[in-house]
């Protein structure tokens, strides 16, 4: 009989533990997060591009339809290699949204001391079209007219004459500033029209950025929408930022119902099979141990 519950052990070990796994592994159970990460891992793609290749895209999150329109900084204070580094890290951003027009709309508003609408929101409504019009972008150089440009994009870029969807759309308007110097003219009260007209302004400052400035112009709470880097070199980081920022749907791997309905079947008559097996079992053994005393 021992040899009995040996092969019994053994065949259904493997099945005890898959029923085991199923039944008790609960929410932040560190077996149950690796393998989620796992699954996770392997149905969510590459990790975020950090080349300007137009021709290349990345997995995207599910995000919030946005009007989203970028402020960039081009002053003489950038150098044309950390400019390049900029218009990489808007190229990675628009990897990261769902661009269409129904979706995602992105125009950008290139500033030094004139300021200058590179493309509206009703230009472009593929990602491959948006880098290409993003990787054409050529600085302005001199002076940091931060405020003119602010308001340049909400008379100009978020309007509905240039693609932005009407507000009875409920979709969310965003500008986006990258600078890296003091503004040369007043931005506060600009800054708070844009908010009032429910535009959300994050602002990103880069080495030399006055942080006071940066804090009038974003809107709030501020530890959401300020953001400051040493350098351009490490710019591209913040896109995983603004990607959690933005994502309103987080993509999560769910296995098929139908698989998973028909697993927890097996489960439940495995168990019930095992069970029948041991009853039977002690039937046994009591029949032999009563036909032993006799």
Known sequence: MKAFHWILLYCTAPLLSDVQATYHLMAGDPELMAAQSYAQTRNNGRPLLRTLNPAKTDSQCRSRSLDLVFI?????????????????????????????????????VNYASTVKTEFLLKD??????????????????????????????VNEAFTEQSGARPRSRNISKVAIIVTDGRPQDQVEEVSASARGKGIEI??????????????????????????????????????????????????????????????????????????QL?????????????????
């Open 72 to 108: 960039i900084d081009s002053s003489r204070s950038v150098r044309r290699g950390e400019f390049e580094k900029v218009k990489i890290f808007l190229a990675n951003m628009v990897d990261t949204l769902e661009v269409g027009s129904d979706t995602t709309r992105v125009a950008v």
């Open 278 to 294: 041991t009853a039977k079992h002690i039937q046994i053994e009591r029949l032999e141990n009563t036909v032993g005393r006799a």
């Open 124 to 153: 472009y409504f593929s990602k491959l079209d948006l880098k290409k019009a993003i990787s054409r972008i050529e600085p302005l150089a001199t002076g940091t007219m931060t405020g003119l440009a602010i308001k340049t994009a």
């Open 202 to 275: 994050y602002a990103v400052g880069v080495d030399r950025a006055d942080m006071r400035s940066l804090q009038l112009m974003a809107s709030t709470p501020l530890e959401d929408h300020v953001f400051y880097v040493e350098t351009y070199g490490v710019i591209e980081k913040l896109t995983s930022k603004f990607r959690e920022t933005l994502c309103e749907v987080k993509v999560e791997v769910v296995e098929d119902p139908c698989k998973c309905e028909a697993r927890l079947a097996f489960q439940k008559q495995t168990q019930a099979a095992i069970q």
